[in-house]
């Protein structure tokens, strides 16, 4: 079983930037791969970012490539989602999720989320 709390959420402008953290519980953190999904209002959750469980793999879905940065210390238990260059189309809901298999994390989400922190992007 693994929480996951997320924190940094918040009201930014665009252009400006964010991190969120995400800090599971549990001492198996290593071995989950790890990612971030966000859901706007009406909208679908999608996926934004995964990480493998070494942190040497990573992927993000087109619209935040070069803006956003997945990473994760696995000796804080946590993994970490900078945003920079934000826009208003990024204003969502952002979940931490966690599986044992990368490549489902990045597709549908591993088996477990945390409870979502809000990030308001103003034009």
């Known amino acids: 079983q693994v929480r996951l709390v997320e924190s940094g959420g918040g009201l930014v402008q665009a252009g400006g930037s964010l991190r969120l953290s995400c800090a599971a519980s549990?001492?198996?953190?290593?071995?989950?791969?790890m990612g971030w999904f966000r859901q706007a209002p009406g909208k679908e959750r999608e996926f934004v970012a995964a990480i493998n469980w070494s942190g040497y793999s990573t992927y993000y879905t087109d619209s935040v490539k070069g803006r956003f940065t997945i990473s994760r210390d696995n000796t804080k238990n946590t993994v970490y989602l900078q945003m920079n260059s934000l826009k208003p189309e990024d204003t969502a809901v952002y979940y931490c999720?966690?599986?044992?298999?990368?490549?489902?994390?990045?597709?549908?989400?591993?088996?477990?989320w945390g409870q979502g922190t809000q990030v308001t992007v103003s034009s």
């Open positions: 549990g001492r198996t953190f290593s071995s989950y791969a």
């Open positions: 999720n966690a599986g044992t298999l990368v490549t489902r994390v990045a597709r549908t989400g591993g088996d477990y």
